[in-house]
């Protein structure tokens, strides 16, 4: 069984304890990476590249049946013992930095099963956003051998469009009366989508929704993605989105290939990014963040404009 | 200073038992949050399996459980033994119910941490539970 993980093994020995299945390192590792700090980074390039676990993306606005449908889908693939891993992410609060991560409630059908690893994350509002953590966490329960692994977050946002990139597939879920959700969403949710799912199709409201949606994805040149009516609570219309899901793994080889790259991209920039802005704010002993602080007050007093306040800021760069 | 020391508290809370509602433990997550914890939350009935099995998963400093079923004395050390066992005992467990006192000062001796009548102020469990994640932090790190 488990045995207990010394308490700081090496960057090296974590890595390899991690592959070989030791859950408690697993659990450490994501605290490590969602921590997005030295001994994350030393974990990750210990770690090396990993496998190519179907990365799964779950959005859709509050209440449509997320995590009720993440569990029935788990459920799925469990069927056929694969080991799957799932990431939830709820919003971190910007004012106390605290967050109530709700999402296991639905799925405690898995409580108890070694096959399933589940992890709550909260966004922490960290920079350069969401994705960042969730590419390493994601990392990490691959290394360890789940796949699929699904990522869960609130499609109110940015945040969406940020896990698209994260993940292989991107299935978004509705519900009915989420129809004004569709209304707002011209730019967002639709356009990310390779699946659609209608889920709680047992309400009133399922089939116009379909109606609407297919008539706002045939209006697209792009490829229209399926549309699957669901009943999460009850496995209704599982079967279905698990083929789908899985035929997307297998066959879409090409199109994946893209998305990988892109994601890498998007990953490498985040990273350096971050790493500028870092270095930026925190050079010279904090005068930098000193300075920042006195243009603050000349912009907000009217004596300096923001675009000179940036300037003079950036003037030590050759920007 | 660590980063990992700075990093939000995570703590697991749930009510466990086979008892009806769980209003107060909904309460006391909600103020948890608001205290900037990251609170995973995992609902009713929680067996202590599935409660360490949670916790275990989350990587959390605390666990917070409310009971009122009368089972205190097998329901924490229960989760008290899970925990040793996962080699995962730096993990505060704290919670609770209506426990009289010679029950929480039993379950003291066996490793549990404060255990809050109804109607403690919720600042109280706010500020214990900084102050021991802090402590065990510390220890972990060492
Ligand atoms: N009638 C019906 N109810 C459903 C269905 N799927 C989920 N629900 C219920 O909808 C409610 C919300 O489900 P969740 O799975 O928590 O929804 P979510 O999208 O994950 O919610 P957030 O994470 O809070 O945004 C719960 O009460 C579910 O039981 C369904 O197919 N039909
Ligand atoms: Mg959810």
Known sequence: ??????????????????RAGDRRALARGLTLVENEGADGAALLAALGSVGSAHRVGITGPPGAGKSTLVSALVAAWRADSRDVGVLAVDPSSPFTGGALLGDRIRMLAHADDEGVFIRSLASRGAFGGLAAGVYDAADLLDAAGFDPVLIETVGVGQAEIEISRAADTT?????????????????????????????????????ALVAALQSAVELRDAVAPPIVKTVATRGEGLAELRALVDGRAAAAAGELTARRLARARARIRAAVDRRRADAFWNAADGAQAQALSEAAR????????AAEAVARLLGGESA | MNALDQRPIRILVAKAGLDGHDRGAKVVAAALRDAGFEVIYTG?????EMIVAAALQEDVDAIGLSLHSGAHMTLFPRVLDLLKAAGADQVLLT?????????MAKLG????????????????????IRTEVAARREVGSA
């Open chain 2, 109 to 128: 001796e066996m490793g549990v941490g404060r255990l809050f009548g109804p109607g403690t102020p919720l600042s109280d469990l706010v500020a214990y």
């Open chain 1, 1 to 18: 069984m488990d045995s207990p993980s010394p308490k700081q093994p090496s960057p090296e020995q974590h890595a390899a304890a991690i």
């Open chain 2, 95 to 103: 919670g609770g119910g209506i426990i009289p006192d010679a029950d």
């Open chain 1, 171 to 207: 299935i978004v879920v509705l519900a009915p009366g989420s129809g004004d959700v569709v209304q707002g969403m011209k730019a967002g949710l639709l356009e990310i989508a390779d699946v659609l799912v209608v889920n709680q199709s047992d309400r009133e409201g399922a089939d």
């Open chain 2, 44 to 48: 009713l009935r929680q067996t202590p």
């Open chain 1, 298 to 305: 000349g912009v907000a007093d009217g004596s300096t404009s």
